[in-house]
C-alpha cells in the first residue's frame, strides 16, 4: 500500500462550484498533515496545515479523520486560479522529512 | 530575502559523466531534503539532513550523494548519471522540521541524461 494515496483526477468544475479532495494515508504514527498546491512546472508551495480539529482558511478547510486515516481538502466557491495539482502531504516516521501523495489535477473552468 | 535557490535550473548531461545540484538556503532552517519527481510518481524523498553534518536516505537513494558542511547549502551528487536520472529534482528546507512547518521549496532544476 502507497504511503500516502489521492484520487488522480482530473476534477474539472466550473467556477463558483465546490470540489473536495480525500486522501488516505498509511502510517498510524504520522502526526503532521498539510495540503500542498503545485502550479504546471512550478514548485510545490504550501496551501495549509491539517489540524486534528479541522481548520479552515477563507474558501479553503481540511479536515483530517486519525481513526479511518484519512485527509480531506474542500474548495468552496472555486476560482480560475484554482486550477492547478493538489498534493497531499504526511510527515515520514522520523518526523523530519516528507511523504507525497501523487497529487489530484483541478481544472476550474468559466 | 532568497529562500531556497537552487542551480542550474536546466541541465543535459551524457551518461556517466557526474554533476553536483546546488542547493542554498538563507533562512537558516535545520532541515533541509532533496526530492525527484517524475511523471505518475509524485515526489520521491532522495536524502535530507537534519543539520550541519547529519545526513540520511530517503526512498531513492541509491545514485546519489549527499553532504551538509554549513546550515545553508545542501548539495546532491550525481555519482554516474544514468537516463533513469531524467527528472525534476527539488531541494526543499524548513526551520521548526517538517513535522511543524511543512517545507519551502526551491524552483527545481531540469535534468535530462541522454
Known amino acids: 500500500r502507497k504511503e500516502v494515496e489521492q484520487d488522480p483526477g482530473p476534477f474539472n468544475v466550473p467556477e463558483g462550484a465546490t470540489v473536495a479532495f480525500n486522501c488516505t494515508y498509511s502510517n498510524s504514527a504520522s502526526q503532521s498533515f498539510f495540503w500542498y498546491r503545485q502550479d504546471c512546472r512550478k514548485e510545490p508551495k504550501l496551501l495549509m496545515s491539517?489540524?486534528?480539529s479541522g481548520n479552515e482558511d477563507g474558501r479553503f478547510t481540511a479536515q483530517l479523520n486519525r481513526a479511518s486515516q484519512y485527509i480531506s481538502l474542500l474548495i468552496r466557491d472555486s476560482k480560475l486560479s484554482d486550477s492547478a495539482t493538489y498534493l497531499c502531504v504526511v510527515n515520514r516516521n522520523s518526523g523530519y522529512a516528507l511523504n507525497f501523495g501523487k497529487g489530484t489535477s483541478l481544472l476550474v473552468t468559466p | 530575502n532568497a529562500g531556497v535557490t537552487q542551480t542550474p535550473k536546466f541541465q543535459v548531461l551524457k551518461t556517466g559523466q557526474s554533476m553536483t545540484l546546488q542547493c542554498a538556503q538563507d533562512?537558516?532552517?535545520?532541515?533541509m531534503s532533496w526530492y525527484r519527481q517524475d511523471p505518475g510518481m509524485g515526489l520521491r524523498l532522495i536524502h535530507y539532513?537534519?543539520?550541519?553534518?547529519?545526513?540520511d536516505q530517503g526512498e531513492v537513494p541509491n545514485g546519489y550523494n549527499v553532504s551538509r558542511s554549513t546550515t545553508e547549502d545542501f548539495p546532491l551528487r550525481l555519482l554516474s548519471a544514468a537516463p533513469s536520472q531524467t527528472s525534476v529534482y527539488f531541494c526543499a528546507s524548513s526551520y521548526g522540521g517538517a513535522a511543524n512547518y511543512g517545507y519551502t521549496f526551491g524552483s527545481g532544476t531540469r535534468l535530462t541524461v541522454v
Open positions: 533562512m537558516n532552517h535545520e532541515y
Open positions: 491539517v489540524y486534528s
Open positions: 539532513s537534519v543539520g550541519a553534518g547529519i545526513t
